[in-house]
């Protein structure tokens, strides 16, 4: 069982920065694909960003696609996200989890990292 652990979100002004990470443990990631979800309040949760574990492809939902970059260190077992130019929309819970058929997710959730931009 993998358990994985966000951090990183916070509150930033549009236009500005923000870098998270995704610590798993309980098993090494190199071999998953891993991405990218969030969840704004009363909405579903979608789909951000995906990078596989063999070449380091990746692939972004297209919201998100020239501002957000993925990436994964294996030897810390852990996946990054780095989110510029943030717009207000961008506010949401993030999650990072297995990605399975090309943008679903797989597994149990962590408990997220909230990311909040104001306008």
């Known amino acids: 069982q993998v358990q994985l652990v966000e951090s990183g979100g916070g509150l930033v002004q549009a236009g500005g920065s923000l870098r998270l990470s995704c610590v798993a443990s309980?098993?090494?990631?190199?071999?998953?694909?891993m991405g990218w979800f969030r969840q704004a309040p009363g909405k579903e949760r979608e789909f951000v960003a995906s990078?596989?574990?063999?070449?380091?492809?990746?692939y972004y939902g297209d919201s998100v696609k020239g501002r957000f970059t993925i990436s994964r260190d294996n030897a810390k077992n852990t996946v990054y996200l780095q989110m510029n130019s943030l717009k207000p929309e961008d506010s949401a819970v993030y999650y990072c989890?297995?990605?399975?058929?090309?943008?679903?997710?797989?597994?149990?959730w962590g408990q997220g990292t909230q990311v909040t931009v104001s306008s």
């Open positions: 990078i596989t574990g063999s070449d380091d492809t990746t």
């Open positions: 309980g098993r090494t990631l190199n071999s998953y694909v």
């Open positions: 989890n297995r990605v399975v058929f090309g943008t679903r997710a797989f597994g149990s």
